[in-house]
């Protein structure tokens, strides 16, 4: 990485950091707020209501009902055993949830690793990495080999868009390196360049590589004479300097997809969005295990018939229709 990505990285990391303090204040504030008024019981009577409506099985015809069991169960009991019954669907959700939470994390981590190696990403054999120019995007009539038929069909259509992801495999020996391959090798700045071999030169047992891009009409120097253009030998590039052999595997859109994320403002944006949903996802779940508390205590004070306030909140219900019934029966003066 060059002094200007650290620095870069280094303002990234700093706004991230701020952000998520950001996130962290706003989202337990409105958390804490909501857990003290759901506890102070000025909620009860919502609680009772939607009680009411989503367990109308429950109290339909009978105050009480029975599941599979001998004994009437209780409402408390029953409202257990349908959050029970509905855990499957709940659970089914969260999966989907994580996956969506792994795949944005995986890209995030993806940008940076693609930042702080290179563009490169080793996997077993293999190297993958975005292409940073155009070219090898397509044939420069300058270089005769593409067309007089000096190069095999499928080697010779080894065109590589800018911002394209491209798989790279490693090179076990030099001899392994021929005339006309695409090969990815190290430049003079520490990047990664990805040309086409134009010639393989043997020199007391050493084996140097000359490139050129299909689309360039030229090589560079540093690709004719070397690494050390000042040594007698200028035949072209040594092997330890050669990072694979492309493996006509090419993506422009997980390319785009990489190379934004591993951008300042790409890494800022999923970074901040990955923990403003984390965040939310956290709090969210305080409030609703606090909720769920809260329910069960009064599903119980429903149970018991001597406690006038939570049985008569049942009767506000009766104006609608469908609990109408239900709500005479159980209507307290």
């Known amino acids: 990485m060059t002094q200007m990505e650290i620095v870069g990285l280094a303002v990234v990391i700093v706004v991230v950091f701020f952000y998520a303090i950001a996130f962290l204040m706003s989202f337990g504030k409105s958390q804490r707020f909501e857990a003290k008024t759901i506890n102070g019981q000025t909620l009860d009577e919502d609680i009772a ?3 009411v409506s989503d367990n109308y099985v429950y109290f339909q015809g009978n105050t009480q009902r029975t599941i599979g ?7 408390r009991d029953y409202r257990n055993e349908v959050k029970r019954k509905k855990g499957l669907g709940n659970g089914i959700i969260n999966a989907i949830v994580w996956v969506f939470y792994a795949v944005i994390a995986l890209l995030l981590i993806s940008g940076i690793f693609f930042r702080a190696s290179g563009e490169q ?6 190297t993958f990495m975005v292409i940073q120019s155009g070219s090898m995007s397509e044939k420069n009539k300058a270089n005769t080999w593409l067309y007089d038929g000096s190069i095999d069909e499928t080697r010779l259509n080894y065109q590589i868009q800018t911002y394209d992801l491209i798989s790279i495999s490693k090179i076990a020996a030099p001899e392994d390196i021929k005339k006309y391959d695409v090969v990815a090798y190290k430049a003079a700045d520490g990047s990664i360049i990805c040309h086409r071999v134009i010639a393989v030169n043997v020199i007391d047992g050493n084996y140097y590589y000359q490139f050129r891009g299909d689309a360039n009409n030229a090589s560079s120097d540093y690709e004719t004479l070397g690494a050390n253009p000042t040594s007698a030998i200028h035949s072209g ?3 330890d300097l050669m990072v694979g052999k492309y493996t006509g595997f090419h993506n422009l859109p997980l390319g785009l997809m990489i190379e934004y994320f591993r951008s300042d403002i ?14 939310f996802y956290y709090f969210d779940d305080k409030v609703n295990r606090t909720y769920d508390v809260r329910e069960d205590f009064v599903a119980g004070k429903l149970d018991e018939s001597a406690d006038r306030r939570y049985k008569w909140y049942l009767c506000y219900y ?3 229709k469908a609990y109408r019934s239900l709500t005479s029966e159980i209507y307290i003066d």
């Open 49 to 51: 209501e939607n009680l």
């Open 266 to 279: 790409g890494l800022i944006c999923l970074a901040s969005g990955l923990i403003a949903v984390g965040f």
């Open 237 to 239: 590039l040594s092997f």
């Open 121 to 126: 990403v080793y996997i077993g054999d293999s």
């Open 318 to 320: 009766r104006t609608s």
């Open 69 to 75: 069991k001998k004994d009437p169960i209780s409402l």
